[in-house]
């Protein structure tokens, strides 16, 4: 049997003078009478709207929390939104802002100071600039690939941990809030399937690993529970990357440089290097420069990462050192064309300590290296 999904539009009007609160009653209003007499499921409404639209759109969260699954307000922000009885009634609702980078009012400031309020307080907001436009961000935001699949996901007893973080360190104390919207008649959370006696807030406090959902209470009316719960769980060590030297030879001194510059990648939040049979700290940047031969080893963290392990020594070889092995000799070159030449040389057959890799290295005018 094909499962038919119904959906409906309620499309209020902007009234003379603004929004007031009991605008906002009528549409619970009419959304309760939908409940009852339509089959509207109370735990996924969303509210979305333009400019005075907008506003209400955030009216709809600020003064209705428990009437809405998600909030996806277009031009029309203050920063009344991030006024803190605002922050602790929305920051669990999915929220979308969109704004025109060109929009006088509001201006894409206002929305800078909201979106950076809400990232403050952990919230669950995202924020899209669109830097050419003006006010009229609605057809570029509709038909942004995840607008109604993000519609779609959001249903009021899926829980959001504060910050996004759900894994932690071995060594970690946990202690995150889960929460959803206020504004429900009733709340029950559960960890790995087990009601959890006396959880019967919007918000818990998870402090060990496990699956945590909830389920609510409108009106005699139970939600499901979480249709995407939250996992607390032991993160992975982060693992350690690989050090490189990008066009820079390994051994010094070389014809080019009496030192070496090592890298790993950036992108993580710490890094530490030291020798391999050493202890101090000789960079904490994602390069190290050294002109002593030696292994040297590096390990990094990431955000709300575990460090790694040390990565694999890198050692940089001296080139005076003992056991080096005989020099090629016979170098020849063959033109071969006007951009490639084939170099040849000879090496010993039988060599006491073989060579592990060739350096070509090429002159920048003639007669150089002396």
């Known amino acids: 049997m094909m499962a038919i999904l119904m959906v409906f539009i309620l499309v209020p009007q902007s009234p003379p003078g603004g929004w007031a609160g009991s605008h906002f009653t009528t549409i619970a209003d009419i959304i309760d009478y939908m409940i009852q007499y339509n089959k509207l499921d109370p735990f996924q409404i969303a509210a979305n709207g333009l400019s005075a639209g907008g506003y209400a759109t955030w009216g709809m969260g600020e003064i209705l929390p428990g009437y809405v699954s998600a909030l996806l307000p277009m031009s029309g922000i ?101 929460g959803v919207a206020p504004g429900f008649d009733v709340y029950e959370w559960r960890k790995n399937g087990a009601v959890i006696d006396g959880a019967t807030q919007n918000i818990f406090q998870a402090t060990e690993i496990g699956v945590y959902d909830v389920r609510l209470q409108k009106e005699n009316v139970w939600s499901d529970w979480s249709r995407v719960p939250v996992e607390i769980k032991i993160k992975t060590a982060t693992v ?70 040390f990565s694999a020594p890198f050692t ?33 057959p039988a060599p006491q300590y073989n060579e592990t890799n060739f350096e070509i290295y090429q002159a920048l005018q003639p007669g150089w290296p002396l």
């Open 78 to 178: 203050t920063e009344h939104e991030a006024e803190e009885d605002n922050l602790d009634k929305l920051k669990f609702t999915p929220i979308w802002d969109f704004q025109g980078g060109v929009d006088k009012a509001p201006a894409p400031a206002t929305a800078d100071y909201v979106k950076n309020a809400f990232d403050a307080a952990g919230a669950r907001f995202k924020y899209t600039l669109y830097p050419s436009l003006g006010h009229g961000t609605w057809s570029t935001a509709w038909a942004e690939t995840d607008f109604f699949p993000f519609i779609n996901r959001s249903y009021s007893a899926n829980p959001w941990p504060l910050h996004g973080r759900t894994e932690f360190c071995p060594d970690d104390i946990i202690d995150v809030t889960i």
């Open 240 to 309: 350690s990357p690989t050090i490189a030297t990008p066009g820079m030879s390994g051994v010094i001194p070389a014809l080019d440089t009496n030192s070496v510059t090592m890298q790993v990648p950036l992108g993580y939040t710490s890094y530490l290097w030291q020798k391999a049979d050493g202890s101090t700290v000789l960079s904490t940047s994602n390069t190290l420069n050294v002109s002593e031969p030696g292994s040297y080893v590096v390990k990094v963290s990431e955000q709300y990462g575990c460090s790694s392990s």
């Open 316 to 348: 940089v070889v001296n080139a005076n050192g003992p056991n080096k092995p005989d020099a090629p000799s016979g170098l020849s070159a063959t033109v071969l064309s006007k951009t490639s030449i084939k170099l040849d040389w000879n090496q010993n």
